[in-house]
């Protein structure tokens, strides 16, 4: 049987995650295809081909949206470009897999989405850690009614920034630390993520009930740590802790419900072990980096080939924005 032929890709934005992440990602992948890249310059956009190996240049978005072998589009550019590359993606016919967040506040999410719905092309937001084992894992055990109604969940992760050691150990480049251009710091940067574990572990919707941003560590005119408040649909409460500027021993996932208990450790970086009460704890091996993306990208093909997937569609790319915009007008400032 003929495998079918690989999804050729193009990657918006040309430095850091794209170079990082995209590029090995999409080059160890035999269903995936990089074409080229887009940076916010020509010379930019050959500086990344001459770094990932490749052969075309494309000046500009519009030039690598005119080249009829582009399948799809990669978004890795800044928060506050997602929603308009989206749309200018869609017009072209061009599938969109989009680094988190969909779009800076829920009107501009709302606006993408609709979008890729009206050009028929498959959307995703990259939550690639909905793949790791531990986390499919956690929802199996959340949603087949292992611990009962969930009464109360907890998602803690501290990630110190610089995160990677080609990172300036200032703080991040100045988009991040723009109110307009990022929608926030570490709220997009980690607490994104853990807000899409907390919807798609139980399957909820959710709205703020509280929050608290602060600069603890670095001067940025956004955030570096913040605590967000949800009020599940259930009638549930949910916590989510993100910070670039604190140590911990590790990201902590918990559950308690009707019925019991459950508590997941260093499920977001290395090995990790789910315990739980009435039952014996269960190990994981360490899901590396690109394993969570490539599971990702691999995901996002099977979409557009019309198969099961279970990656972050627009609705929740839109939930995510709405949280995370509910969440930061909400927020309380402390005191230095």
């Not at 606006?111 to 498959?122: F, I, W």
């Not at 009464?151 to 100045?174: A, K, N, Q």
């Not at 691999?298 to 198969?307: L, V």
């Amino acid at each position: 049987m003929t495998a079918p032929a690989p999804i050729r890709f193009a990657v918006l934005g040309t430095r850091g995650h794209a170079l990082r992440v995209a590029v090995p990602t999409l080059q160890s992948m035999p269903q995936a295809r990089l074409l080229g890249g887009v940076g916010s310059t020509r010379e930019g956009s050959a500086v990344f081909a001459r770094e990932a190996g490749l052969d075309r240049i494309y000046g500009d978005v519009d030039a690598a949206l005119a080249d009829p072998e582009v399948d799809a589009v990669w978004i890795c550019s800044p928060n506050h470009l997602h929603a308009g590359q989206v749309a200018q993606c869609a017009a072209a016919g061009k599938h969109v897999l989009v680094e988190k967040p969909l779009a800076v506040g829920r009107a501009a999410a709302e606006q993408a989405a609709d979008a890729a719905r009206r050009a028929g092309v498959v959307l995703q937001v990259d939550c690639q850690h909905r793949f790791r084992p531990a986390h499919l894992r956690i929802r199996e055990l959340i949603l087949g009614g292992a611990i009962g109604r969930v009464g109360y969940l907890r998602i803690h992760r501290f990630w110190p920034y610089p995160y990677f050691s080609d990172m300036p150990p200032d703080g991040p480049p100045s988009w991040r630390r723009d109110a307009a251009e990022s929608g926030g710091w570490v709220i997009n940067d980690i607490g994104s993520h853990l807000i899409d574990l907390a919807l798609w572990i139980t399957a909820q919707t959710a709205t703020v009930a509280g929050a608290v941003m602060a600069s603890q560590k670095f001067q940025v005119g956004t955030e570096d740590s913040a605590a967000v408040l949800l009020a599940l649909a259930n009638g549930g409460i949910g916590s989510i802790e993100a910070s670039c500027a604190n140590d911990s021993p590790g990201s902590r996932i918990e559950f308690y419900g009707s019925k019991g208990w459950l508590r997941a450790d260093d499920t977001l970086l290395g090995p990790s072990l789910i315990t739980r009460n009435g039952a014996r704890p269960e190990a994981f091996e360490a899901f590396g980096m690109l394993d969570t993306y490539r599971a990702s990208v691999h995901d996002f093909i099977q979409a557009i080939g019309g198969q099961a997937h279970i990656g972050a569609d627009a609705q929740v790319g839109i939930e995510v924005a709405a949280i995370t915009e509910a969440a930061l007008k909400f927020a309380v400032q402390p005191a230095r």
